[in-house]
């Protein structure tokens, strides 16, 4: 069911290095999205650098009409919470190796009887007999009347609705195509007339009309049971395409999954994507969320959650300002393969200090040769467009000696270190996915002497906050995890761990 309108170049965890801060300004969209369903309470305030925006408590209550019974999941409950199986093995953001797979199976019990009245289950359900085949994916489409289905999400140009006994295949997404839908409202009960099609893999109704029948409360959410499930190509994605799904204890894992473009989407635990149709939270690494509610929908490749207003994500933790994913070139002026000269070779570096990174990382050069070597009118860069010339009173390495090179010098704050050169905020280094290139001069003038490539992810298993990474050999390929071991050993007055200007734990 999935015909992809375009691909999108993801530069994931495994792409090295970045130079802008991907960051993104908080804002709310006037979604008509209504809070007829919702009792609404504003305890404190929202998502960091906006004090305007508040962490909003969301109660679901029922309204006149149906009842919501409990954590039933079959078609003919409101309700579609899953149970919970267990923690599954690895580290939190999993993989389709160690995840269960989802306790909760498709029926064709919500199909509409042959020949009958066409309904949500029977579009989305490929078992049910009136399921159309071959899938109609462009103009004119099929033409479906949907009876009795309930608003559950309003977004600009395109809505979702959802069958009241809610469960897998039971939401399908409405788009309106300049249709004013201002007096639309979450819990609606309405009929809707359009076209249906696989819109580029996203099932959806082209509208024509809707007649309103009443109001009712609006379905609970689907709880998944992992994140993964609901993640592009997750076990139940497809399930709960158009669906009122939720996801709970998650982190925000990446704050631009697009880049080096912005769609205002970030990732959480499990590689589910989070997207801005209705509202933009302003995603930091390590965000802490107790729940994140929204229809899934599927658009350019992805299926995605879409809160529909701030009560939609429930925070409990932000992380800090500075934690963002940076954007990194597609590709790096030096293939992974190229080792320089080595004349001079990063040895270790503080990525992620605890406190501030401006103030406490650093990177220690070392001279693995016989002569002393001066790096003055070195060029420090990465694999995107950061450049630093370095200068500095005294650049000299000598034979199997140190340097330390960082952004801030004053040892009083910095952690005690002689920092010989600094770069103060002409460079950093992303605490997700980076790089360091050493060369010998500037610009074209300049030979690569020395790179590094480094990752918080998979397959890498050595970054931490608080924890330097060190070469485990001096001329070791500085490119590959397995070059590299975590930091021991406190330093100055700071609690990082770490030996800078001194031989590694292995040398």
């Known amino acids: 069911m999935r015909y992809q309108q375009k691909v999108l170049m993801l530069i994931g965890t495994i792409l090295i290095v970045g130079t802008t801060a991907c960051s993104n300004e908080e804002r709310s969209s006037a979604s008509g999205i209504a809070d007829d369903a919702f009792t609404v309470s504003l305890p404190d305030a929202g998502p960091s650098n906006d004090t305007s925006a508040a962490d909003i408590t969301v ?34 953001s999993g993989s389709a190796s160690t995840i269960p797979a989802p306790t909760i199976t498709p029926t064709t019990a919500g199909c509409s009887p042959t020949g009958g009245d066409v309904n949500i289950y029977d579009l989305q359900n490929p078992d049910c007999a009136d399921h159309p ?11 479906v009347e949907l009876k009795g289905v309930i608003v559950t999400g309003i977004y600009g140009d395109t809505f979702f609705v959802q069958e ?19 007096s639309l409202e979450l819990g609606m009960r309405i009929t809707v007339n359009g076209s249906y099609s696989e819109y580029f893999g996203n ?29 592009t190509d997750g076990a139940a994605a497809e399930w709960f395409e158009g669906v009122l799904v939720r996801v709970v204890d998650v982190e925000t894992t990446h704050t631009q999954p697009d880049c080096p473009d912005d769609y205002g989407e970030f990732e959480v635990t499990g590689d ?82 605890f406190g501030d990174d401006q103030q406490s990382e650093w990177i220690e050069l070392y001279n693995p040769g016989s002569n002393t070597v001066s790096i003055e009118g070195w060029q420090l860069r990465d694999c995107n467009d950061q450049e630093w010339s370095i200068t500095g009173p005294s650049l000299t390495i000598p034979p199997k000696g140190f340097l330390l090179i960082g952004p801030n010098s004053d040892m009083g704050t910095n952690g005690g270190l002689d920092i010989a050169a600094s770069y103060g905020d002409n460079f950093y280094l992303p605490n997700s996915v980076g790089s360091i290139l050493l060369f010998d001069g500037l610009g074209f003038q300049g030979a690569l002497v020395d790179q590094i490539r480094y990752s918080a992810f998979s397959p890498w298993d050595v970054l931490y906050a608080g924890t330097s990474i060190e070469r485990i050999t001096p001329l070791a390929n500085g490119t590959v995890p397995q070059s590299w071991k975590q930091g021991v050993g406190n330093y100055g007055d700071t609690e990082n761990q770490g030996t800078p200007g001194q031989p590694n734990t292995d040398w």
């Not at 029922?62 to 580290?91: C, F, H, K, R, Y």
């Not at 995603?283 to 350019?300: K, M, N, V």
């Open 133 to 143: 085949f071959p899938e109609p994916t462009g103009a004119p489409g099929i033409d």
């Open 59 to 92: 109660e679901e209550t029922s309204l006149p009409g149906d009842t919501v019974s409990g954590n039933d999941i079959s078609p003919a409950n409101d309700v579609a919470e899953a149970e919970d199986t267990g923690t599954a093995t690895g580290d939190d």
């Open 272 to 353: 589910l994507r989070i997207d801005d149709m209705a509202y933009l939270w302003s995603a930091r690494l390590g965000d802490q969320f107790e729940s994140i509610t929204g229809p899934l929908h599927y658009a350019f490749g992805n299926h995605k959650i879409e809160p529909r207003n701030a009560a939609d994500i429930k925070w409990l933790s932000k992380g800090g300002d500075t934690a963002v994913s940076k954007c990194v070139a597609v590709d790096c002026e030096v293939n992974e393969e190229e080792t320089g000269s080595q004349l001079i070779v990063v040895s270790e570096a503080m990525i992620n200090p």
């Open 203 to 231: 099932s959806q109704i082209y509208l024509e009309d809707w007649i309103v029948q009443g109001t009712t409360n609006v379905p609970l959410p689907y709880v998944a049971e992992y994140p993964e499930h609901l993640a």
């Open 164 to 182: 009241q006994s809610s469960g897998p295949y039971s939401g399908i997404a409405i788009f309106a195509h300049g249709i004013p839908l201002g």
